[in-house]
Every structure is written in structure tokens, then in C-alpha cells.
T-cell receptor
Framework: DSGVTQTPKHLITATGQRVTLRCSPR?????VYWYQQSLDQGLQFLIQ???????AKGNILERFSAQQFPDLHSELNLSSLELGDSALYFC???????????FGPGTRLTVT | GEDVEQSLFLSVREGDSSVINCTYT??????LYWYKQEPGAGLQLLTY?????DMKQDQRLTVLLNKKDKHLSLRIADTQTGDSAIYFC???????????FGAGTTVTVRA
């Protein structure tokens, strides 16, 4: 158990809908990262937050957004969902100076 | 951009050593990592190596880094059935916080 929690575990929704994925980092970790794992793209970095501020952005679509709250949990919002958004979404956390990223169990999103 | 490549499959007999290879292109890589993903599970950080090191050993795991050739390997000694999983190589560039991952190597341990 990495100490990173993600909810929900599974999510099934229809095209065009909007969903919110939630992540709680390990105790004491200030950074949260979101990654997408799909069969065709592999593991791709989406976005990073540090202590509430966006720090780095990767291959994140404009339909996707994220935020980190004062209690350090983070949410990833996916809107206008398409079939191709079906994937495993992972959250990871780290202390700012610590390079080790610890991953949560992921949320499996299925868009039908 | 960063590019990390791994062979896709490895089959090994129980009790033998496994060697998983990875190459990367970013010469500014500072840390290189190995993660393990079991079916239906998240990514478990196995080990990592700093770019100024050649080797790191951690129990049954040995990481070798050839920085000149940008080649990383993970050796698992005495491979067990519980080692069957997908192994991901990842790198982190200088001044970067994100990880760039390879496609993963599926390791199958046969009796």
C-alpha cells in the first residue's frame, strides 16, 4: 500500500458526460501528479500540482482540468468524454524535494 | 523530447535470473526508476538509480546504468512466480518533475 488513495476505483459513463476523479496523497506529500495509462499511448503524464499551484503540464487535453485543494487532495475533471478517454488514471504523490513518486491504485474509466 | 524504450516481453524459468533492459534518449536524465505493475493494480516503485551511479543493489534487485549508452537494466535474481508482472522503466530529466515511462516489459515466470 503506497499510502495514495484514489476514488472511485471504477467508473462507467457515456460519451459527452463529465466525471471527477479524486486523489488523496500520502501524508506529508505536497506534490500530486496525474497520469493516464491507455493501451495505445502507454503511461502519459498529464499534470502536476504542488501545494495548491499548478507546476507542470504534460499531454493534458483542454477538456481535462485539475486542481489541488488546501487539504492537498486533488481532483481531475474530465468533460465532454469521448470513447478514446477510456483508460486507467493514476495519481502519484511526492514530497517536493523527494524525487520518489508513489502511485495510487488508479481509477479505471470506461466511456461507452 | 524524452523517449524511453523497453522490450515488450520476457519469459523466464522460476529460479533463474531475469534481466529487463531499457534505453532512453534524454541525456539530462537525473533519476531512472523501475516500477512494477501487477494485474489490476497500481504501480509499485521497486528501485531507482541516480544518474551518477553505475550500479545499485537492493536484495534480489540489481540496477545497472550505462550513462554513455543511455542503457538501464534491472536484474531480478532467483525469479519467483510472484515476480510475474509488467515492469516499467521511467526517467526524470533535469529540472523536471514528471516521469517519462517506457511501454513496459511483461515478465512471465514459468515453473
Amino acid at each position: 500500500d503506497s499510502g495514495v488513495t484514489q476514488t472511485p476505483k471504477h467508473l462507467i459513463t457515456a460519451t459527452g458526460q463529465r466525471v471527477t476523479l479524486r486523489c488523496s496523497p500520502r501524508s506529508g506529500d505536497l506534490s500530486v501528479y496525474w497520469y493516464q495509462q491507455s493501451l495505445d499511448q502507454g503511461l502519459q503524464f498529464l499534470i502536476q500540482y504542488y501545494n495548491g499551484e499548478e507546476r507542470a503540464k504534460g499531454n493534458i487535453l483542454e477538456r481535462f482540468s485539475a486542481q489541488q485543494f488546501p487539504d492537498l487532495h486533488s481532483e481531475l475533471n474530465l468533460s465532454s468524454l469521448e470513447l478514446g478517454d477510456s483508460a486507467l488514471y493514476f495519481c502519484a504523490s511526492s514530497e517536493d524535494r523527494d524525487h520518489e513518486q508513489y502511485f495510487g491504485p488508479g481509477t479505471r474509466l470506461t466511456v461507452t | 523530447g524524452e523517449d524511453v524504450e523497453q522490450s515488450l516481453f520476457l519469459s523466464v524459468r522460476e529460479g533463474d535470473s531475469s534481466v529487463i533492459n531499457c534505453t532512453y534518449t534524454d541525456s539530462s536524465s537525473t533519476y531512472l526508476y523501475w516500477y512494477k505493475q501487477e494485474p489490476g493494480a497500481g504501480l509499485q516503485l521497486l528501485t531507482y538509480i541516480f544518474s551518477n551511479m553505475d550500479m545499485k543493489q537492493d536484495q534480489r534487485l540489481t540496477v545497472l546504468l550505462n550513462k554513455k549508452d543511455k542503457h538501464l537494466s534491472l536484474r531480478i535474481a532467483d525469479t519467483q512466480t510472484g515476480d510475474s508482472a509488467i515492469y516499467f522503466c521511467a526517467e526524470r530529466g533535469a529540472g523536471d518533475y514528471k516521469l517519462s515511462f517506457g511501454a513496459g516489459t511483461t515478465v512471465t515466470v514459468r515453473a
